[in-house]
């Protein structure tokens, strides 16, 4: 009888670390999958928010364009190199109003005439969008800042 106890006991134990030792396998099995995903997660997240960044450019160039246009029609000029954004603060202030976009933009190029936009930047968080009229070239930047450095001591 002493003898079916201790089997019966060594029974329960070796079941005991055999569960525990699944418990534990699986454990490390889903670890492995969540960090195996994690960076392909990240990568899909921020290809949308490129994807955002790249549509938002696009209603920008519309609205230049109008602004464009409407400044032309009515004699008023469109671009001005020392005011926000390469343009009028008039023209700015529509360009924003019409594109409802949430980032910022520089004018870098115009034609001759100074009314037709060959080349512009648009920033929105860490994603920069580069436009080009030729060839027609749309390009996100994705940018994070690896050194920040403040002067406000005179060198």
Known sequence: M?????NNQNYIDKSKREG?????????LILAIVTAAIPSTLAIMRRADAQVALGNAKSLRMAL??????A???????????QIGGVTEEVWRK?????????DFWVLQT??????VLRFLYQEGDFTVSYSKEPLVYEVYYQQTYIQTESSAVY
């Open 95 to 103: 360009v924003i109003v019409d594109s409802k976009v949430p980032g």
């Open 72 to 82: 032309y029609a009515a004699g008023a000029p469109f671009s001005d190199a020392s």
């Open 111 to 116: 034609d001759e005439s100074g009314y037709e």
């Open 65 to 70: 364009q109008v602004a464009s246009t409407e």
């Open 20 to 28: 525990l030792i699944r418990i534990l396998s699986l454990m490390v």
């Open 2 to 6: 002493l003898n079916v106890l201790s």
